[in-house]
């Protein structure tokens, strides 16, 4: 069983479009987190979710929004994809003080 | 939030010899910080830990030390191999929803 689930895997899109990505887990943790990480392999901090609710919000775009059905759930609607948007973008998975598990990631083109 | 420094950037090291990256953390109340690695097209994966209460930690050819005082810990790798090869990244936490990364370090191991 994989531990955190991320779909899809490529995401090819053109500008102005909108899309999800969807993270599900099964370590039953209470901690989701979105990160980018663009062309220079930064790992950058979008959001992350306690018990499904809204912890830290990096001042990201509003055209990015998660939501969190449920403890295991954790997905992200964008709107009207920029160019910029071009990343992979990860689910993960934590509790306090402990490794984080990380999604597959889902590799984001926007043309 | 948390800021977390890491250097080198690149590394190149002949095989058999050791690696070094370090880090620095911004915020005192930060307790712990592991060490992921990255091999090209997947995601990070966790290769050591260590938490504050600790001052150096060792799992085989890998160690890492923490100096909470000066704020920065670091990542020795020792007897540095080809599959080494990888992007390296530091990461420091507080608590339950913050984990921050440090840039990555690539570091290449010539055979």
């Known amino acids: 069983d994989t531990a955190v689930s991320q779909t899809p895997k490529y995401l090819v899109t053109q500008m102005g479009n909108d899309k999800s990505i969807k993270c599900e887990q099964n370590?039953?943790?209470?901690?989701m987190y979105w990160y980018k990480q663009d062309s220079k392999k930064f790992l950058k901090i979008m959001f992350s979710y306690n018990n499904k609710e809204l912890i830290i919000n990096e001042t990201v775009p509003n055209r990015f929004s998660p939501k969190s059905p449920d403890k295991a759930h954790l997905n992200l609607h964008i709107n009207s994809l920029e160019l910029g948007d071009s990343a992979v973008y990860f689910c993960?998975?934590?509790?306090?003080?402990?490794?984080?598990?990380f999604g597959n990631g889902t590799r984001l083109t926007v043309t | 939030g948390e800021n977390v420094e890491q250097h080198p950037s690149t590394l190149s090291v002949q095989e058999g010899d050791s690696a070094v990256i370090k880090c620095t953390y911004s915020?005192?109340?930060?307790?712990?910080f592991p060490w992921y690695k990255q091999e090209l097209g997947k995601r990070p994966q966790l290769i050591i830990d260590i938490r504050s209460n600790v001052g150096e930690k060792k799992d085989q050819r890998i160690a890492v030390t923490l100096n909470k005082t000066a704020k920065h810990f670091s990542l020795h790798i020792t007897e540095t191999q080809p599959e080494d090869s990888a992007v390296y990244f530091c990461?420091?936490?507080?608590?339950?929803?913050?984990?921050?990364f440090g840039a990555g370090t690539r570091l290449t191991v010539k055979p």
């Open positions: 915020d005192s109340a930060s307790n712990y």
């Open positions: 993960a998975i934590g509790a306090a003080n402990s490794p984080l598990h």
């Open positions: 370590l039953g943790h209470d901690t």
């Open positions: 990461a420091a936490s507080k608590g339950w929803n913050d984990m921050r």
